[in-house]
Nanobody, 112 residues
Framework: QVQLVESGGGSVQAGGSLRLSCAAS??????MGWYRQAPGKQRELVAG???????NYADSVKGRFTIFRDNTKNTVYLQMNSLKPEDTAVYYC????????WGQGTQVTVSS
């Protein structure tokens, strides 16, 4: 059983930055990602990172968000820069190895 603990959410003005962290209870040698869900919308992939470090991003965040991992700390991060009001959502960490594991979610609110 994998447990994920997210942190780093909060409120920020447009143009600001936040860094989200996702600490796993064990090794993070798995596909990991960050998803988000805004009110009334479906959960969507924001960024993913493979065990080898390859990354992919939603078009809406390319050039603004960066996903990276620290395997020594079993932690995956999402650096979010140039935040926009449309980035407001609950952000969830995902761990995928044979099945999906999810964190509890962390709220990100961007005001204009």
């Amino acid at each position: 059983q994998v447990q994920l603990v997210e942190s780093g959410g909060g409120s920020v003005q447009a143009g600001g930055s936040l860094r989200l962290s996702c600490a796993a209870s064990g090794s993070i040698f798995a596909m990991m990602g960050w998803y988000r869900q805004a009110p009334g919308k479906q959960r969507e992939l924001v960024a993913g990172i493979t065990p080898g470090g390859s990354t992919n991003y939603a078009d809406s965040v390319k050039g603004r968000f960066t996903i990276f991992r620290d395997n020594t700390k079993n932690t995956v991060y999402l650096q979010m820069n140039s935040l926009k009001p449309e980035d407001t959502a609950v952000y969830y960490c995902n761990y995928r190895l044979l099945r999906d594991y999810w964190g509890q979610g962390t709220q990100v609110t961007v005001s204009s």
